[in-house]
């Protein structure tokens, strides 16, 4: 399954909207298997954003790199939580497709942290003036995406289509999704919307 033309060597980007399990990773790393198997000298990295707080997301991690690995071979994995702009900008080339997977989990990392933002910046990049400023991460993030010298995957989660949340927190959040995955979409050249494995072209 050709997702694009993989010997076309001009950047793009695909942001890739998805619930859960309805594909939107396998298709990105399928995007990542075609660009790779195109020629020599091509690579792929997966920028990931998840961070293992319990038992149950470890095994989900892990599960995760398992079939990554035999799904792309080769491609290796970033753990980008919280600068997700600095990583993209670091590791974008142009014979490098890379997937960052995913916009929700950075989103949650920020707005719904399991530590601190003031730890978990501290460990990641410390002395960075943008560690702990959420809308200077985005900007950034959104800034670099369609300047970057390679192809990009996004990946992001569409969790709008239900009831109105209850929670003050949990609107806020939903709105904070919705809005980030507008904006994306914005500069993306592509977007995608994945529903039981099967995807429709929003642009």
Known sequence: ???????????????????????????????????????????????????AWDAEMQARIARHQADRALRVPGMQTV???????????????A????????????????MMPMQSVEQAASEDQPNQALALDWQAQRALFLEVLPQCPGP???VGNEIGLGVIPLGREVRAFVDALGTLNQD?????SRA???????????K
Do not use: F
């Open 192 to 202: 995608t919307l994945m529903a039981a494995g099967l995807p429709l072209q929003l």
């Open 95 to 110: 014979q490098t497709l890379v997937v960052v997977d995913c916009l929700t989990l950075w989103l949650t990392n920020w």
């Open 184 to 188: 994306v979409a914005r500069v993306c």
């Open 152 to 154: 990009v995957v996004v």
């Open 1 to 51: 399954m050709n997702l694009m033309n993989p010997h076309a060597m001009q950047p793009w980007q695909e942001l890739i909207l998805g619930g859960q399990k309805s594909g939107k990773t396998r298709r990105a790393e399928q995007a990542a298997r075609d660009w790779v198997d195109a020629g020599a000298g091509r690579y792929a990295v997966y920028l990931a954003t998840g961070q």
């Open 79 to 93: 753990e980008a939580p919280l600068h997700l702009g600095q990583a993209l900008q670091a590791h974008s080339k």
